[in-house]
C-alpha cells in the first residue's frame, strides 16, 4: 500500500523558511519512477500546484508565487521528496500535500504551514 507522509509544517512569521520532507513508501516501482509535487489548499480556496519534480531527469517546474523563494528536490536513494520554503509570506499560508503520480495517484494527508506575525 502506497503511503506518502509529510512532515515540517508549522508556524512561522513572515520572512522566516521551512522545509518539508514527503517520505514514500509502498510503490510497485522504483521511487525515481514517479513524478512528484506539492500542492498547497488555503482556506476557501482550491488546491494548487506549488512545485512538481519529475521522475527520471529531474526536470522541475514552479508556481509563478513561489518561483525564486521554494525549491523542489528529491532523494531517490532515501524515497523522499523535499520543498524548501525560504522568505515566507502570510499568503503561503495554507495546508501543504505531496502527490505521486506514476501507475497511479496518490496523496498525502497533509501538513499545515502558518505564516503569521
Known amino acids: 500500500q502506497v503511503q506518502l507522509v509529510e512532515s515540517g509544517g508549522g508556524l512561522v512569521q513572515p520572512g522566516e523558511s521551512l522545509k518539508l520532507s514527503c517520505a514514500a513508501s509502498?510503490?510497485?516501482?522504483?521511487?525515481?519512477?514517479?513524478?512528484m509535487s506539492w500542492y498547497r489548499q488555503a482556506p476557501g480556496s482550491e488546491r494548487e500546484l506549488v512545485a512538481r519534480?519529475?521522475?527520471?531527469?529531474?526536470?522541475?517546474n514552479y508556481a509563478d508565487s513561489v518561483k525564486g523563494r521554494f525549491t523542489i528536490s528529491r532523494d531517490n536513494a532515501k524515497a523522499t521528496v523535499y520543498l524548501q520554503m525560504n522568505n515566507l509570506k502570510p499568503e503561503d499560508t495554507a495546508v501543504y500535500y505531496c502527490?505521486?503520480?506514476?501507475?497511479?495517484?496518490?496523496w498525502g494527508q497533509g501538513t499545515r504551514v502558518t505564516v503569521s506575525s
Open positions: 502527490n505521486a503520480v506514476g501507475i497511479g495517484n496518490w
Open positions: 509502498g510503490f510497485s516501482f522504483s521511487f525515481s519512477f514517479y513524478v
Open positions: 519534480i519529475a521522475n527520471d531527469k529531474g526536470a522541475i
